[in-house]
């Protein structure tokens, strides 16, 4: 049954039988490295508006379309039918439904920080990579303890609590921390306040982090434990970005992120284009078009990585929609980067299903979003 729906969607969705490998040969494999890529808030329409902006309707394509495998997942969380980017990324991972604003926890308490650690919460898929032995990065565009990452490294009551929420990032102890976030311990919710915003940051250097600010300094970083916050808040969009900038792109930090993590251990790796959220909740269409553009080109970073090898599984998949994001036109004239007519529905984010790319076949067909925590696993030999 699975296989054959594997299949049926490998055919409805354009695998390819001369590209790629069949369905079969992916069923029991395990990989060394896991890359998950979020681009977050992004729907289809997003997709073609990129594509549409770069190549027009002459047949190029966005780098990370190349990948073989497509499927599609459901959203909702355990308590809304609309879910927000902490409990979908819960459910990824720690493959079970969480409430809107929790972090891998189950804690129904309003914004206290905690999570009471006498019920039992699942082990997140960057911790079983890191009992593995693996060594582990988060890449993002928004602050490092923002949702989605922070979902992937803490179990928190609530997706506000900065400090609580690095904290849980030092104790898991991942390796390489890329993004914004300059004051790791804005909105304390239950460790004491402080107007130190250097203490957890120090606590981090005593731990052995090297903690840089600066491109130049990404460039030549070579410690194994390494935190680069670049901006308070989230980093500059690229609609609004002037250079020279002292800020990395998303593709410069995944390509430190990689030759740091890489070796015999393996890795877990989120990489997460935060923005494209943020642009749709904005409604703003060159601002969703330049993050989009900005997380292909980290997809072009993995995928030069991943080039001559196949000890690596690389999933690519939104946590949500945002926005309701459409494009009404042209009619009667083929688009291109100068005449799409975008059109949203919301601020908000929506109900529907997204997309997932992936290179192996079991990512493929019709999947909740907490399915896949188990074939992570799954894929770990797990
Ligand atoms: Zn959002």
């Known amino acids: 049954m699975r296989f054959t729906s ?4 490998a055919a409805l969705f ?19 490295n896991i890359i998950f890529m979020v681009p977050d808030g992004m729907g289809l329409a997003d997709v073609t508006a990129a594509r549409n902006h770069l190549y027009g309707t002459g047949g190029g394509r966005l780098a990370f379309e190349s990948l073989p495998y497509v499927g599609y997942q459901q959203t909702y969380s355990r308590d809304s039918f609309i879910t927000d980017s902490a409990a979908a990324g819960s459910a990824w991972a720690s493959g079970e439904k969480f409430d809107n604003k929790a ?46 990452p922070a979902a992937f490294s803490s179990h928190v009551s609530h997706r506000k609590c900065a400090s609580e929420i690095f904290a849980w990032q030092l104790r ?6 890329l993004g914004g976030g300059t004051d790791v311990n804005k909105e304390p ?31 030549a ?72 553009i900005d997380f292909d080109s980290a997809y072009k970073e993995v995928a030069a990585w991943i ?19 459409a494009i009404n036109g042209p009619k009667k004239a083929y688009a291109d980067a100068s005449n799409m007519e975008p059109a949203w529905t919301t601020l908000k984010h929506t109900a529907v299903d997204t997309i997932i790319w992936s290179n192996d076949a079991r990512f493929g067909g019709a999947k909740e979003n907490s399915d896949l925590y188990a074939l992570m696993r799954e894929a770990m030999g797990q």
């Not at 001369?18 to 060394?32: F, G, R, V």
């Not at 004491?192 to 460039?219: F, Q, V, W």
């Not at 308070?232 to 410069?252: I, R, Y």
Request: net charge negative; glycine share 8%.
């Open 6 to 9: 594997v299949i049926l969607a």
């Open 14 to 32: 354009g695998g390819c039988a001369h590209h790629a490998p069949t369905a079969a040969s992916n069923e029991s494999k395990t990989y060394k």
């Open 103 to 148: 972090l891998s926890c189950h804690d129904q308490a309003p914004k206290d920080g905690k999570c009471d650690e006498t019920r039992k919460h699942p082990q997140t898929i960057l911790e079983v990579a890191k009992a593995q032995g693996k060594r582990t990065a988060l890449v993002v565009t928004s602050d490092i303890t923002h949702a989605t």
């Open 172 to 177: 898991i102890g991942v390796d390489v921390m």
């Open 189 to 219: 919710c239950l460790l004491p306040s402080t107007t130190d915003n250097n203490a957890s940051l120090a606590k981090a250097e005593a731990m052995g982090y090297e903690i840089i600010r600066t491109k130049t300094a990404l460039e």
């Open 221 to 292: 970083a070579q410690s194994q434990k390494l935190i680069g916050l670049f901006r308070d808040g989230g980093l500059t969009p690229q609609v609004h970005k002037t250079e020279p900038s002292t800020e990395p792109t998303l593709a410069a930090m995944v390509h430190k992120a990689l030759r740091l993590v890489e070796g015999e251990a393996g890795f877990f790796m989120l990489i997460e284009g935060s923005q494209i959220d943020w642009a749709n909740h904005k409604n703003d269409f060159a601002y969703q078009v330049g993050e989009m």
């Open 307 to 325: 080039k001559d090898r196949d000890d690596t599984l690389v999933v690519i998949v939104a946590d949500h929609e945002t926005g309701g994001f």
